[in-house]
């Protein structure tokens, strides 16, 4: 994983065969290994979700709200999204924030089973003190309002009120554009834009950019994954 943001770039890798370190942290199983923060605080990828986590709270520096809000968008990389949301939130929960992911993947949702949690189900306790985990609800034919409709902090509310820090990872993909997600994200304080090294098309990040800045939401940096 790289990172490049205002703080320089960073570089990790997580390898689920070879993980190694103190499992005194949560209880072993309570917690996917590939959530390998919630085990271990000095392997390359925890150092550099902890350096994604310093970018992002300084993009909050000139604001004095309670509740912050950050969007992890994934472009070709569902599942290393869904793993870096996950060890995202944890290091934040770590450093004291009061953290909640939204996993917004509503067709694939991934995030919660990493915590043995239920897919879609909202404001689920994570065995990570501080951390909590909610979905976007069930993505069914004829269900009620389109989550593109209403921002992620109205449906949301209660919660990203009462944490410090809520947490979105949403995808772009056929279905879910650019254009739909920004609307999503409206009220967010920054976004953080995930892709694929090798394989992202620069003019779908160009795009997505665009329709980012169009809304107003500024963008903390990008990670190669």
Do not use: W
Not at 69 to 98: F, K, T
């Amino acid at each position: 994983m790289r990172l490049r943001s205002t703080t320089g770039p960073a570089t990790a890798g997580f390898d689920r065969d070879t993980h190694t370190g103190p499992t005194d942290v949560v209880a072993p199983g309570s917690v996917d290994p590939l959530v390998v923060a919630a085990y271990a605080s000095d392997t390359p990828y925890v150092v550099a979700a902890r350096a994604i986590r310093s970018s992002i709270l300084q993009s909050y520096a000139d604001s004095d709200r309670g509740s912050r809000a950050c969007a992890l968008i994934g472009i070709d990389c569902d599942e290393a999204l869904a793993v870096l949301a996950a060890n995202l939130g944890v290091v934040m929960a770590q450093a004291g924030s009061q953290t909640v992911i939204v996993d917004a993947n509503r067709a694939h949702p991934r995030i919660a089973s990493l915590f043995q949690l239920a897919d879609h189900a909202e404001h689920q306790v994570t065995a990570i003190p501080g951390l909590l985990v909610s979905g976007t609800g069930a993505d069914t034919p004829g269900g009620s309002e389109p989550v593109e409709q209403r921002s992620l902090i109205e449906q949301h509310d209660a919660i990203a009120t009462s944490a410090s820090q809520l947490i979105a990872a949403t995808v772009v993909n056929a279905t879910n554009g650019a254009t739909s997600i920004a609307d999503a994200l409206i009220g967010f304080d920054t976004a953080v834009i995930v892709i694929r090294k090798h394989f992202t098309k620069r003019n779908v990040v160009r795009g997505l950019i665009e329709v980012l800045d169009q809304h107003g939401i500024p963008i903390t940096g990008t990670v190669l994954v």
